[in-house]
């Protein structure tokens, strides 16, 4: 991989353009200053993916135009020694064909709304359902599905990558024309920061997100139930068999969804809770503290106990999706070639809560004209 030392070396000799360089794959990349543009692969259509790669400090991030994905996101050790700490597949036909959402963008709902129905200003409208009775991230066309228009920036010291779409009045069943904007930003000190901002024609219902895995062991290297996690949240929303809140705001107090203090991820997993029944593990909003704020604060760490990796969660979020991979069935390999299985990632989404639009108690997800969806996740790295 070109480091962006070599980039930019390489955009200054050949000017603002992007120069074409062989890659030791045969395949043609493109350098600017600030990224690395290599070809990725070609849909069933004939429209090209590419992935897009940046690099700051000792992060570095791989990031494909189809879904938005994060293919690969290098952190150190604390030796030193980087690894990919983000699953997923190592080419393109394996995330078409099987994907369970591998660091994609999420949208224009994530989470789950009931029965694939809701309500706004009098209009009822129908979603696609596409996970039991219910519709799931956004419909089975869903942004992860779309191919992004990138484009590489700087910004004083951090390098980023803005992916844009319209998603059109009607798309999935969504009324409106969305306007989208996602920036994927690596800071000097290493973060990983993803802004949101959508605009739209008509009112509508919003909720973005990533759904990225993770393993700060390394990806592929196993299991995440040895991993330390605290969340900030002193209350969760329980679900029915389908996966879809009750409306309650339960107390964590007593349940293994307590992660007020630091606990191993697995700790009570196996615990007999109808709750932890229902997800087959853990795959519940938390309803953090915080709540909805306009600067991101801080409502998460992680902590990988061999490689000394922190990972720590920054969101203007309410609510965080934590997902203990329980869906990973060990039909597919990743990137490294090792076999995914139950419990080898997690995810922590940071988002307004699932259903929302049927739930008038929940945070709104409306979003009119006039207004601007803003939504911003911070995820800061380091070792002990």
Same mark, same amino acid.
């Given at each position: 991989?070109?480091?962006?030392?070599?980039?930019?070396?390489?955009?200054? +000799?050949?000017?603002?353009?992007?120069?074409?360089?062989?890659?030791?794959?045969?395949?043609?990349?493109?350098?600017?200053?600030?990224?690395?543009? #290599?070809?990725?692969?070609?849909?069933?259509?004939?429209?090209?993916?590419?992935?897009?790669?940046?690099?700051?400090?000792?992060?570095?991030?791989?990031?494909?135009?189809?879904? @938005?994905?994060?293919?690969?996101?290098?952190?150190?050790?604390?030796?030193?020694? %980087? +690894?990919?700490?983000?699953?997923?597949?190592?080419?393109?036909?394996?995330?078409?064909?099987? &994907?369970?959402?591998?660091? +994609?963008?999420?949208? %224009?709902?994530?989470?789950?709304?009931?029965?694939?129905?809701?309500?706004?200003?009098?209009?009822?409208?129908?979603?696609?359902?596409?996970?039991?009775?219910? &519709?799931?991230?956004?419909?089975?066309?869903?942004?992860?599905?779309?191919?992004?228009?990138? #484009?590489?920036?700087?910004?004083?010291?951090?390098?980023?990558?803005?992916?844009?779409?319209?998603?059109?009045? @009607?798309?999935?069943?969504?009324?409106?024309?969305?306007?989208?904007?996602?920036?994927?930003?690596?800071?000097?000190?290493?973060?990983?920061?993803?802004?949101?901002?959508?605009?739209?024609?008509?009112?509508?219902?919003?909720?973005?997100?990533?759904?990225?895995?993770?393993?700060?062991?390394?990806?592929?290297?196993?299991?995440?139930?040895?991993?330390?996690?605290?969340?900030?949240? &002193?209350?969760?929303?329980?679900?029915?068999?389908?996966?879809?809140?009750?409306?309650?705001?339960?107390?964590?107090?007593?349940?293994?969804?307590?992660?007020?203090?630091?606990?191993?991820?697995? %700790?009570?997993?196996?615990?007999?809770?109808?709750?932890?029944?229902?997800?087959?593990?853990?795959?519940?909003?938390?309803?953090?503290?915080?709540?909805?704020?306009?600067?991101?604060?801080?409502?998460?760490?992680?902590?990988?106990?061999?490689?000394?990796?922190?990972?720590?969660?920054?969101?203007?979020?309410?609510?965080?999706?934590?997902?203990?991979?329980?869906?990973?069935?060990?039909?597919?390999?990743?990137?490294?070639?090792?076999?995914?299985?139950?419990?080898?990632?997690?995810?922590?989404?940071?988002?307004?809560?699932?259903?929302?639009?049927?739930?008038?108690?929940?945070?709104?997800?409306?979003?009119?004209?006039?207004?601007?969806? %803003? &939504?911003?996740?911070?995820?800061?790295?380091?070792?002990?």
């Amino acid at each position: 991989m070109i480091t962006a030392a070599a980039a930019a070396a390489g955009a200054a +000799a050949a000017g603002p353009a992007y120069a074409s360089t062989g890659g030791a794959s045969g395949k043609e990349r493109a350098v600017t200053e600030h990224a690395v543009k #290599e070809h990725f692969g070609t849909l069933a259509d004939g429209t090209k993916v590419d992935r897009w790669t940046i690099e700051n400090g000792r992060t570095r991030l791989s990031v494909l135009s189809y879904g @938005g994905v994060v293919q690969t996101l290098e952190i150190p050790d604390r030796h030193g020694h %980087r +690894a990919n700490v983000s699953l997923g597949f190592a080419d393109l036909d394996a995330y078409v064909a099987s &994907s369970p959402y591998f660091g +994609a963008l999420i949208g %224009r709902y994530g989470n789950r709304i009931a029965r694939g129905t809701f309500t706004l200003d009098g209009k009822a409208y129908q979603l696609p359902v596409n996970d039991g009775p219910n &519709s799931l991230h956004g419909g089975d066309k869903g942004f992860d599905k779309r191919v992004w228009t990138v #484009e590489p920036f700087r910004k004083g010291p951090d390098v980023g990558l803005t992916l844009r779409r319209v998603s059109p009045d @009607g798309e999935m069943g969504y009324p409106g024309a969305l306007t989208v904007r996602v920036d994927y930003t690596l800071t000097a000190a290493g973060d990983f920061r993803i802004d949101y901002e959508a605009t739209t024609d008509k009112a509508t219902v919003v909720n973005l997100t990533n759904h990225t895995y993770y393993n700060l062991a390394g990806e592929g290297s196993g299991s995440i139930y040895d991993h330390r996690l605290q969340i900030a949240a &002193s209350r969760y929303t329980p679900v029915d068999k389908t996966l879809i809140p009750t409306g309650e705001l339960a107390k964590v107090a007593g349940t293994p969804f307590d992660f007020r203090r630091a606990k191993e991820i697995g %700790r009570d997993i196996r615990e007999a809770h109808q709750q932890v029944l229902y997800g087959q593990g853990i795959d519940h909003n938390f309803a953090l503290d915080k709540g909805l704020t306009r600067r991101p604060e801080h409502i998460v760490t992680v902590t990988e106990p061999e490689s000394g990796r922190v990972m720590k969660i920054a969101t203007t979020e309410p609510g965080v999706q934590f997902y203990t991979g329980n869906f990973l069935t060990g039909t597919f390999a990743g990137t490294s070639g090792q076999v995914y299985r139950q419990g080898d990632g997690f995810c922590l989404e940071t988002q307004h809560f699932p259903d929302s639009p049927n739930q008038p108690s929940f945070p709104s997800t409306v979003l009119r004209p006039g207004d601007t969806y %803003r &939504s911003t996740t911070v995820h800061s790295f380091s070792t002990r």
